[in-house]
C-alpha cells in the first residue's frame, strides 16, 4: 500500500512506484506482490510511505535507491528493513549503554579504573577514589614481608614483556645484602604502535607514584627513578608534577605520612634508544654511561645502579600494585587464567574500526579484542594476522584467534606478551615485509655489543629484503632459520634474543608467502612493489578514462573511449588503477 | 602541608562533596579527555570552546575540567558530561560547533544530542 496522496506524490512516491514495479519483476515477483495506491496517511510529513500488509510493517521516507535493496531483502529474503521503519520518539533509544557498546563491554578496569575520570594534575581527586590508602595501610599495618607475601600470592607478573612473577623479583631485591637500595619505573615504552604506559602515566600519575612507594617500603630502598622517554612530554610533565604534589603531602621525602618511612624519586628522560628497555641497559644509561646490556647474572636485584641492589618494574605493573593491596591478593587471583592472574592493557591500532587502549581480563580471546572490542577489520576486510609484543614478538593468525591471551599460550604460538602492543593487519599485509619491516627496527636499534645481534640481524636483514625485492633463494628461509635460532640462543640481551621472532612466526605460519617470493615471484598481498606489474586487460577496457584521471604518475596512456595502456617505466605501482577501475580491466601480476 | 594517614580520609570527603553534583554548588560537570591522543586531535581547542560557551551564556554552575584518555582514541576528541544525577554522557568527534551545540541542548537544554554521542553510562571497574 504505498500512499499516493498529495503529499506523498509531492515527495515522490509515483518514482518509488516505478522502482517498486520494476525490482518486483527482476524477481518474477509482479503477480505474488501487489503494488496498490492508497489516498492519504495522514503521516505526511514523513512519507513517502508504504504499508505492507498483512503484516502491517510501516516503512517511511523512502527513497528510490532504497527499493532494490528493500525489494531483495523484504520481499525476496523475508527480512523487513528496520532502518527505514517508523519508530514511535517514546521507543526509540538512539544512544546506546556505555555498557552495550562492545569496545567498553568487555574491558575490566583495574589498573585504568581512573582513567577518564579524575584530573591527573590534582592529587586530591586522586586520593578522593582511594588513592594513598594502599600506602597508609602497608606503612602502618603491614611488615615488608607480609606486602611481598601478598604481593607472591596475587600472582602477579611483569607486565613489562617477560612476565617475571614480582613478589619474587622483590623478595630477591630485599634480600640481597646491602643497605642502600634501588628501585626503577621502566617508562622507556619503546615498541612501535604501543602506548599503554604513556596513557597510563598521564591519566594516572599517583597510582605509578603509589605502587613505587609500596614497592619501596618493601624492598626497603630510599631513593628510586622514574625512567621515562623524552618523546612523551605530557607524560613526562604529569609525573613530575605528581612528584611534586606528593613531596608536598609528605607522600614523598622524609618521615612519609608521619612515619620513619623515608623515600624519594627522581625522573630521568630517556633519549629514546630501544634498548634502554632492557634492564641492564636501562641502568647503565641511569649511570650515565652509554645504553649497552651486560650479562645476566648477576641480576639487577643483586648488583644494579651503581653495583647496589635494584629493582626494577614497568609502569603498569607498579600501577596494579596499590589495587592488589586495597582490595587483596584473593580477589586479583580471582581475575585471569590459571598462570597469568589479572587483567592486561593492550593497545589495539592497525586495520580496526576501533583503535586505542583497552584492559581485559588475561584470558580473553584474540577473536573478542579484534572483533569485539576493535569492531572488527576496516572495511570489512579480512583478518590475517595480530603483532603481538611488537618487534621482539610474533604474529598470530586468523587460525588461532580463539587462543586465550596468557603468557604461556602466546609464547607456545611464537608470539610474546610483551608490553601490550597489538597490531592488527588485514588481508593487504604482506607478512614477508613485515618481517623486514620489524627487522630493520631491531637492527636499526641494535647496540651493537655484541655480533649475533649487531652481525647476525643485519644478514637476515639482507636476506629478506632481497626476497622482497624477487631475489630469494630456495635455501633462504633455511638459512633464516638457522640464523634465528642461532642469535636467539648467544645475543646478550632481551633486544637480540628477540629480534628475530617476527621472522621465525611468519615462516611458520605464512611461509606460502615466502615461497611465492621466493619461487613464483610474486607477492600475493601486492605490497612489494618489484614483484607486482599492472597490466590492463584489452578485452575488458571501456576506456572510461578513470584510470587515466587517477593515475598520480601519469603512467596511463589513451584517450576516451579507446583501450588504454599502463607504461611501465613509469608506474610506481600505487595500485590505483586497479581499486578504482568499475570493469575488473585492471590486472596484477 | 604533611598529611597524615588521617587526613587521606578527610581529603577524600571534601573531594567528593565537590564534585557531588546533586548537593554542590555544580549542577554540571564536563571533563574534556586530554591524553596525547585527545590533544592531538584538537582537544585543547575544544576545551576552550566549552569554556567560552560558560562565558556566553553566563552560567557559574557548570564546572569544567580535564581528565587522560578514555581509551577509544580513534573517537578523539571526546568528552564525558555529567548532569546531576543522570548517568555521565560520552561526547565524540567534536569540533567546535558541536560544542555549541551540546552546550546549548544538553548542557543548557537537557536534551542529549543523540548524533553526537556515543554512549551512556560508565566503565566497568572491577
Known sequence: MLCAGTGCVSNRSLEIQTALESELKKYDLQDEIQVVLTGCNGFCSNGPILVVQPDGIFYQMLKVEDIPHLVEEHFLKGRPIEKLMYIP????????????????????????????????????????????????????????????????????????????????????????????????????????????????????????????????????????????????????????????????????????????????????????????????????????????????????????????????????????????????????????????????????????????????????????????????????????????????????????????????????????????????????????????????????????????????????LDILTGITKGEGREEDIEILETMAKLIKQTAICGLGNTAPNPVLSTIRYFRDEYEAHIKDKRCPARVCKTLIRYTILADKCTGCHICFKNCPSDAITGEAKQIHEIIQDKCIKCGMCFDVCKFDAVRYE | MKLKPSDLDKIAQKMRSVTNLRKGT?????????????????????????????????????LITTSGCAGLCSREPMATIEAGDKPPVKYVDLTKEKVKRIFKDYVMGGKIVEEYALAIGSERVL
Open chain 1, 89 to 460: 520518539p517514546d521507543k526509540k533509544s538512539p544512544v546506546p549503554k556505555l555498557s552495550d557498546i562492545g569496545f567498553f563491554k568487555k574491558q575490566q578496569l583495574v589498573v585504568l579504573s581512573n582513567r577518564g575520570l579524575i584530573d591527573p594534575e590534582n592529587i586530591d581527586e586522586y586520593i578522593a577514589k582511594d588513592g594513598y590508602k594502599a600506602l597508609a595501610k602497608v606503612i602502618t599495618s603491614m611488615n615488608p614481608d607480609e606486602i611481598i607475601e601478598e604481593i607472591k600470592e596475587s600472582g602477579l607478573r611483569g607486565r613489562g614483556g617477560a612476565g617475571f612473577p614480582t613478589g619474587r623479583k622483590w623478595a630477591a631485591c630485599r634480600g640481597a645484602p646491602g643497605n642502600e637500595k634501588y628501585i626503577i619505573c621502566n617508562a622507556d615504552e619503546g615498541d612501535p604502535g604501543a602506548f599503554m604506559d604513556r596513557s597510563i602515566v598521564e591519566s594516572d600519575p599517583h597510582a605509578v607514584l603509589e605502587g613505587m612507594l609500596i614497592g619501596a617500603y618493601a624492598i626497603g630502598a630510599a631513593n628510586g627513578f622514574v625512567y621515562i622517554r623524552d618523546e612523551y612530554p605530557l607524560a613526562l610533565k604529569r609525573i613530575k608534577y605528581a612528584i611534586e604534589k606528593a613531596r608536598e603531602y609528605g607522600l614523598l621525602g622524609e618521615g612519609i605520612l608521619g612515619t620513619d618511612f623515608n623515600f624519594d624519586l627522581s625522573v630521568n628522560r630517556g633519549a629514546g634508544a630501544f634498548v634502554c628497555g632492557e634492564e641492564t641497559s636501562l641502568i647503565s644509561s641511569l649511570e650515565g654511561n652509554n645504553p649497552a646490556p651486560r650479562t645476566k647474572p648477576p641480576f639487577p636485584a643483586l648488583s644494579g645502579y651503581m653495583g647496589k641492589p635494584t629493582n626494577i618494574n614497568n609502569v603498569e605493573t607498579w600501577a596494579n600494585v596499590p589495587r592488589i593491596i586495597n582490595r587483596g591478593a584473593g580477589w586479583f587471583r580471582g581475575i585471569g587464567t590459571e598462570s597469568s592472574k589479572g587483567t592486561k592493557v593492550f593497545s589495539i591500532v592497525g586495520k580496526l574500526k576501533n583503535t586505542g587502549l583497552v584492559e581485559v581480563p588475561m584470558g580473553i580471546t584474540l577473536r573478542e579484542i579484534v572483533y569485539d572490542i576493535g569492531g572488527g577489520i576496516l572495511n570489512d576486510k579480512k583478518f590475517k594476522a595480530a603483532q603481538m609484543g611488537g618487534p621482539s614478538g610474533g604474529c598470530i593468525p586468523a587460525s588461532l584467534l580463539d587462543l586465550p591471551i596468557d603468557y604461556e599460550s602466546l609464547t607456545g604460538a611464537g608470539a610474546i606478551m610483551g608490553s601490550g602492543g597489538m597490531i592488527v593487519m588485514d588481508e593487504d599485509t604482506c607478512m614477508v615485509e613485515l618481517a623486514r619491516y620489524f627487522l630493520s627496527f631491531t637492527q636499526d636499534e641494535s647496540c651493537g655489543k655484541c655480533p649475533p645481534c649487531r652481525e647476525g640481524t643485519k644478514h637476515m
Open chain 2, 26 to 62: 555544580a549542577r554540571i560537570k564536563i571533563t574534556v579527555h586530554m591524553g596525547t591522543c585527545g590533544i592531538a586531535s584538537g582537544a585543547r581547542d575544544i576545551l576552550s570552546a566549552f569554556l567560552s560557551c560558560v562565558e556566553e551564556e553566563g552560567v557559574s554552575d557548570v
